[in-house]
């Protein structure tokens, strides 16, 4: 007994000790473009292209993520992982031109997609069906900390005037002493796997029949046409609200923080949409949510630089809260034996629409300026609401919540 409670601690503690270095390092990317477009010169289209290319290549590696963890274990995914993001960010420290840049944003990207779904996988594995609630909840909930812990240590670091190369060569040992610490660890870990079965299975079923492990196939696709709208919002908003904010007259430094202010949003939009989703249900909860992030990005392009700042905390709820309803509602909809590749799915498909979001309205930004781009993020915000009428209201599964 007291092997099984150790080992779902450990599972759980490598799972969010990943989170928070990948999700934190992912999250700098937001903070680090308005510098990056100031150091080599980028316009809006070139920023929202180079987003797009390092979601592309984290959307590409991340729907194999299950798959690898199945064959070489969730510890070995997560550890290439965390060493590969590394060596993105110390890249980039000495990156001598844009092309160089580039090929680091697009080696991070490569190194965020093998968490989420070995992680989930981890701790799914190690917990029974009837507990894993709570530690899905808290590795959900390590992300955010881990988004604020790099992005804020980011802003005030530039604030304070460190420059952004050390900044990120820093980040980058982070990455490779979490990476060597998990694998100095997985022996042991692996041994406590070895000396009990994982609670949910029973070694009678492989599950080699269940495919992807899709229990209602056209739901899902509609669950994905609902993410993939939502995610290219938000996308659209953490990449090009610091733009915003530059162009209506505030210095970089206070910029920056736009994009942190936004998370911290998303901190309590996670944890209250959940609960609003429960008492008013998926649907009326979604469209009430969508509707208030179209009237927050409207607000946001009219208010004044300083007025506007008041508005990123509230705008960051809305824009933010709404996974918490369309990822808690996609576990209904796989089966408990593949959570991991279901999962794996919906998490590549919103890193598509990370890729086609900052793309778009950087093009929008460009031909008609950053105001119009947010307004054309406010009809793309509503465009999330009609495909949410063909989802079921009730499910056959009790809901689990995972990481965005």
């Known amino acids: 007994m007291q092997s099984k409670s150790h080992r779902q601690k450990s599972a759980l503690a490598v799972s969010c000790t990943a989170h928070i270095v990948q999700d934190g390092l992912s999250a700098t990317i937001y903070v680090l473009l308005p510098v990056l477009a100031q150091s080599f010169g980028l316009t809006y289209t070139q920023v929202g292209l180079f987003k797009g290319l390092k979601s592309l290549a984290q959307a590409a590696l991340e729907m194999c993520s ?14 290439f992982g965390l060493a590969l993001s590394g060596v993105g960010y110390a ?3 000495f990156a001598p031109s844009v092309l160089f840049m580039l090929v680091c944003l697009v080696v991070i990207g490569a190194g965020t997609a093998f968490q989420h779904a070995p992680a989930s996988a981890l701790i799914v594995t190690a917990y029974p069906i009837d507990a894993r609630r709570g530690p899905l909840g808290l590795y959900n909930s390590s992300g955010d900390i881990g988004k604020l812990i790099f992005t804020g240590g980011f802003s005030i670091a530039i604030g304070a005037g460190l420059a952004w190369q050390n900044i990120s060569f ?17 022996q042991a870990f692996e041994k406590l796997q070895q000396s009990e079965t994982a609670p949910n299975q029973d070694g009678s079923d492989d599950g080699s029949h269940l495919g992807w492990g899709i229990l209602h196939w056209r739901n899902y696709c509609t669950l994905l046409t609902v993410v993939f709208f939502d995610t290219m919002v938000q996308a659209g908003v953490l990449v090009f609200v610091a733009f915003l904010l530059l162009s209506k007259g505030l210095p970089l430094a206070i910029a920056t ?6 998370l911290i949003g998303g901190i309590f939009g996670k944890a209250g949409c959940g609960f609003l989703a429960d008492r008013l249900g998926v649907r009326p909860a979604f469209v009430l949510i969508q509707v208030l992030t179209a009237i927050g990005l409207i607000c946001i392009a009219l208010a004044p630089g300083w007025y506007a700042m008041l508005l990123l905390l509230p705008l960051g709820v809305v824009v933010q809260g709404s996974t918490s309803i369309t990822y808690g509602f996609a576990a209904d909809l796989i089966h408990p034996r593949r959570m991991a590749r279901g999962y794996a799915l919906l998490y590549s498909s919103s890193s598509f629409s990370s890729v086609a979001g900052p793309l778009v309205f950087g093009l929008f930004a460009d031909t008609f300026g950053i105001e119009i781009a947010m307004y054309a993020m406010a009809i793309v915000a509503l465009l999330a609401v009609p495909p949410i009428a063909f989802l079921p209201t009730t499910s056959a599964q009790q809901p689990t919540t995972a990481s965005v």
């Not at 923080?257 to 936004?262: H, L, N, R």
């Open 257 to 262: 923080m736009a994009t942190v202010i936004v």
């Open 91 to 93: 890249g980039l420290a």
């Open 170 to 186: 820093i980040f980058g040992l982070a990455a490779l002493v979490a990476a060597i610490a998990i694998a100095l660890f997985r």
């Open 66 to 79: 299950g798959i690898a963890a199945e064959w070489i274990g969730e510890l070995r995914v997560i550890v």
